[in-house]
């Protein structure tokens, strides 16, 4: 086909528009993705965060626990008599 003397390629053209279309399908499916992918990111974030602070709560608790105990222990040793005549060694 020629056009004002000059050939027109035709083909180029088309395959142009259908490597256009490809490339735009891609980006689209890519969109896609990258938007699951950050929707399972977010989740496995608030995931850890919960992981966390179950960690911190157990700490906490155990660290209450053994003050707990340091109290109980300290409490018995006060309640308990000695024999005055029993020496301190």
Do not use: C
């Not at 990258?34 to 977010?42: F, G, I, S, T, W």
């Amino acid at each position: 086909m020629w056009h004002n003397g000059r050939r027109v390629l035709v083909a180029p053209w088309a395959h142009a528009r259908e490597m256009f279309a490809t490339v735009t399908a891609e980006r689209d499916w890519l969109k896609q993705e990258l938007a699951e992918v950050r929707h399972d990111r977010d989740e496995l974030r608030a995931r850890l965060v919960e992981l966390l602070d179950a960690i911190r709560n157990r700490r906490e608790a155990q660290a209450e626990l053994a003050s707990l105990y340091r109290e109980r222990e300290f409490e018995r040793a006060q309640q308990a008599e000695r024999d005055p005549a029993a020496a301190l060694n």
